[in-house]
């Protein structure tokens, strides 16, 4: 008897010590989880709580000293670059090491490794796209001809190792306890590979769509609908510049043809409408202090934790503070003693698709001119947690990999394309910041940005000696007009790039006579720019706004600068508003909502500021009559873009009986007038619904911005309903889900005075209370005080660290 | 007494030996902590569930006053169960099941391993 309720109960005690150590389908093992000495319990320490004074750090050649301000941002005081990278892979994994690799995790394609056959689907698409494939070329690159920039990138590697190394359970970010699994080692792959996840954030292409188009609408249908230059083009690089450089010559092949299908595919994942940004730089001659004010604000994603991080990195050459990337070296966007710099996505058409006539089906070879060209074959093993790994077989041409075949998204199994993209060449961005971060003058910074590939970006440019400058800069291939935007056919090798355009040819300006530089996501240059510019994606309002304001004031101080960050005025609205009420004419619908509503609308001031409830009824009214105006137009099942709200208000402003507007399946013949009031109408349905479910329609209320954590399903670890203006195609960017990531503003006086904040905080941790504290400071567009601080400087000290 | 000193010393081994060790290594230490005390079984159950389910929950509610942190909220959430209290409640509940079991697992092997007493006068 004895020995059967011993052993029985040591059975019970093992068996419930074995079901709680486990994962229960999505459930993660109930024990670690709990447990208050290494579960998430654990996790509600804030950083100043836990903080250590002494460290060990090994590999250093010196101390390392970190000071924490009382916002929790590091600023690391290293003897040299080796040492301070090492720290700054350090003290970054400290906050952020969940993030960091979740985020290589995605660019890889290995997120099923994690949550399973639910992003299988994801996983396929990003490996088929090849970024890993580009990453591998990048450390390739590094290995081949710049072993500097690799040792700095494994010094930083190594900081990551060396804090993963010492992580205890107690410690590990509480996704890894939710999420039920452990870090992994960082390396420089890692780091490069986060780089061109960047460029896939940044960067799309509408080949597929406007290959449709053009059978749908024509030669001439497409170039009215979508033509290449706004009526109204104020570009990156004012209108005035003069090229002076003689351009390397295109030849376009004489005769064309593209393939000839209608393409039912499933499309690549674009980025995100409303991914954008602003910087732009004043000169001296326009600010109250005659010092250059430099201001940037990318628009991404709004996540948590953000994609943001706040650093200051010291060594007795430099001192350079700002916002850096997880798993990136350096600050990217930023200001040193000397300089401050930002950066913009300069969109221009990077990614084209080549069609792959295999000879047979093994898919070894394909035609090019008269010969059979070999294919290679890059087999991914994607692992899935729970499950059998899947195999994927992406064939790689000389054009770069097959992305659309039999087993992936096209419905066709003869249908075969192969994606051309500059990340699929060995480039070294990370050495561009590495130099940037150093930079004294103009021409450092220019050499910086010779080193620098994809994504393309605008980089804006201000200097304490009082010059300003623009740059895009990006590996832009020579295209003859209209080459890549439409799927070309990859036997005939005359539809090859031609090369890519110098950097020295890139459009730049330095210290123009308008006093200031900007840029906005717009069209780079103006048409007299010697080579072909085309993107689906160029911005036509910002743009416009910043520079009327940037052309009209004077006497510039930096809180004006912070006050256009956060400006909210609709152009848009300013520009659409009064076509609408005009082609509205007398018929107002006479209901008394349709009364209230346009007596709101004709009331406004065309501020999206939160409290505004007219920015409301606009964004639906325009939406509604856009998608009425387009609904013929999109109701093929073949993918398309619609023509862009810049062209539609322009459309429907200029020629409002445009057969465009003429609804072909009516006999009636419609004009603009008619959307306008079939606008009008959904505006009025969907705000009885809205006003019954919600009540209050006030913009921010509406619009509803949220700070989402990376796992969208952690919704408690999101922050929703934040009360802020602004909105897609205004300068204060914010939108539902998108918006300024980072803002900063940079006076380069004696006294450099630095702002900056971004909507999350310096921790990673849910718990912590560093987690979101930034986030109501950004939503009133506050900031927070970056200037660059020296070691012995005591006041607003959290606390420090020593690396040993 | 013995169920008290059982307590007691459970505690102490969650609070001292649990940040060093996993939560299994700590149940083994309260088998051992209650077969050396040796209680009764119903003693033996209460003391070791009463100790770790004491110490998880104290410890917990320790960590939440100090740190005033918005997780335990949070992670209540996302679970499903409402409040950080439910989840400290939820806490508790399996302390005190694993420390239970352990105690018990304890006194009942040593109960198994006491010399069966020889000689005894049998009348």
Redesign the interface.
């Known amino acids: 008897m004895?020995?059967v309720?011993?052993f029985l109960?040591?059975a019970?005690?093992v068996a419930?010590?074995i079901l709680?150590?486990r994962p229960i389908g999505q459930i993660p093992p109930?024990?670690?989880l709990?447990?208050?000495?290494?579960g998430?319990?654990?996790?509600?320490?804030?950083e100043d709580?836990i903080a250590k004074e002494e460290l060990s750090l090994e590999n250093l050649s010196a101390p390392v000293e970190v000071v924490y301000d009382e916002n929790l941002i590091p600023h690391i005081f290293a003897q040299n670059e080796q040492d301070l990278y090492r720290a700054q892979g350090y003290v970054t994994a400290q906050h952020r090491l969940w993030q960091m690799e979740f985020q290589t995790l995605a660019a890889a394609g290995r997120i099923s490794e994690i949550v399973g056959s639910r992003a299988l689907e994801l996983d396929r698409m990003t490996r088929r796209k090849g970024l890993a494939y580009g990453a591998d070329l990048g450390l390739k690159f590094l290995e081949e001809n710049d072993p500097e920039t690799l040792a700095l990138v494994e010094a930083y590697a190594d900081g990551v190792n060396q804090y993963i190394d010492q992580l205890s359970d107690?410690r590990l970010p509480?996704e890894y306890k939710?999420l039920n699994y452990r870090p992994e080692h960082w390396s420089a792959y890692k780091s490069l590979l986060l780089l061109k996840y960047m460029s896939d954030m940044l960067v799309g292409d509408r080949d597929l769509e406007y290959t449709n188009l053009r059978k749908i609408l024509g030669e001439a249908g497409l170039n009215k609908l979508f033509p290449e230059f706004p009526k109204e083009n104020d570009p990156v690089i004012e209108a005035e510049r003069v090229w002076d450089f003689t351009p390397l010559a295109v030849t376009k092949p004489d005769s064309l043809s593209y393939p000839d299908h209608m393409l039912a595919m499933n499309p690549l994942n674009q980025p995100i409408d409303g991914t954008g940004s602003n910087n732009w730089a004043v000169a001296g001659k326009k600010t109250k202090n005659g010092n250059p004010i430099l201001a940037n604000d990318p628009h991404l994603s709004l996540n948590l934790p953000s994609l943001w991080y706040s650093m200051q990195l010291s060594t007795p050459e430099h001192s350079v503070k700002g916002a850096t990337l997880p798993g990136a070296l350096g600050v990217i966007s930023g200001f040193n003693q000397h300089i401050a710099w930002g950066v913009t996505n300069a969109t221009k058409d990077a990614r084209d698709w080549y069609k792959i006539t295999f000879q047979d089906e093994s898919r070894k070879a394909y035609r090019y001119g008269n010969e059979w060209k070999p294919s290679q074959f890059r087999i991914e093993e994607i692992k899935i947690k729970g499950e059998e790994a899947f195999l994927d077989t992406v064939v790689y041409t000389h054009y770069g990999p097959v992305v659309y075949d039999q087993s992936f998204r096209s419905d066709r199994a003869d249908v075969n394309f192969a994606l051309k993209w500059t990340v699929h060449e060995g480039s070294n961005e990370q050495k561009t910041f590495i130099l940037m971060n150093k930079a004294k003058n103009h021409s450092d910074y220019n050499l910086a940005l010779d080193n620098y590939s994809a994504p393309a970006q605008n980089f804006v440019f201000a200097s304490k000696s009082g010059d300003i400058a623009m740059r895009i800069q990006g590996k832009f291939p020579l295209k003859w007009r209209e080459q890549g935007k439409f799927f070309m056919d990859g036997a005939d090798p005359r539809m090859e790039w031609q090369g890519y355009i110098p950097f020295d040819q890139n459009p730049s300006t330095l210290n123009p006579e308008r006093g200031f530089v900007s840029s906005a996501n717009q069209h780079p240059v103006d048409p007299s720019y010697p080579y072909y510019v085309f993107d689906n994606s160029y911005e036509h309002y910002r743009n416009r706004r910043i520079n009327r304001r940037l052309r009209e004031m004077e006497q510039i101080t930096v809180d004006d600068m912070k006050a256009l960050q956060f400006d909210d005025f609709n152009l848009q609205a300013s520009e659409a508003l009064p076509v609408l009420i005009k082609l509205l004419g007398s018929a107002q619908a006479g209901s008394p909502e349709a009364e209230k509503y346009l007596g709101e609308l004709s009331s406004w001031d065309f501020f999206a500021d939160p409290n505004q409830k007219a920015q409301t009824l606009y964004s639906i009214w325009f939406a509604e009559t856009a998608e009425s105006i387009w609904r013929e137009l999109r109701s093929t099942d073949l993918p398309i873009v619609t023509p862009n709200s810049y062209q539609t208000i322009d459309l429907m402003a200029s020629s409002p009986s445009d057969s465009v507007f003429d609804m072909k399946s009516t006999e009636a013949l419609e004009g603009a007038d008619y959307h306008v009031k079939v606008g009008l109408d959904s505006l009025i349905s969907i705000m009885n619904k809205w006003v019954a479910e919600e009540g209050d329609y006030s913009w921010a209320n509406y619009k509803r911005t949220t700070i989402q954590h990376l796992v969208p399903d952690?919704?408690?670890?999101s922050v929703g309903n934040v009360y802020t203006g602004g909105g897609s195609g205004i300068v204060n960017a914010t939108g539902s889900r998108h918006g300024a990531s980072w803002r900063m503003v940079v006076e380069l006086g004696n006294e450099i005075q630095a702002f900056g904040v971004y909507p999350g905080g310096q921790s990673g941790n849910?718990?912590?209370?560093f987690y979101d504290n930034f986030i109501s400071t950004w939503a009133n567009g506050e900031y927070l005080n970056f200037n660059l601080r020296t070691p012995d400087q005591q006041e607003g000290v959290l606390f420090k660290t020593t690396f040993n | 007494m013995r169920f008290i000193l059982l307590t007691i010393l459970s505690v102490l081994l969650v609070v001292f030996l649990g940040p060093i060790a996993s939560f299994w290594v700590v149940m083994i230490g309260i088998g051992l902590l209650s077969a050396l005390i040796f209680p009764n079984s119903f003693g033996a159950f209460m003391g070791g569930a009463l100790g770790m389910g004491l110490g998880w929950v104290g410890l917990s509610i320790y960590i939440g006053l100090t740190t005033a942190s918005p997780l335990p909220d949070r992670m209540g959430e996302l679970m499903g169960l409402g409040s950080g209290m439910t989840l400290v409640a939820a806490t508790g509940v399996l302390g005190f099941l694993l420390g239970g079991f352990s105690a018990l697992s304890g006194v009942l092997f040593r109960k198994m391993i006491r010399p069966v007493p020889q000689n005894v006068y049998k009348g």
Request: proline share 10%; glycine share 2%; no cysteine.
């Open positions: 004895k020995y309720s011993f109960t040591l019970v005690s419930l010590a709680v150590s109930l024990a670690p709990l447990d208050p000495n290494h998430f319990w654990q996790n509600s320490y804030s709580q107690a509480v939710i952690f919704k408690p670890f849910p718990g912590s209370r």
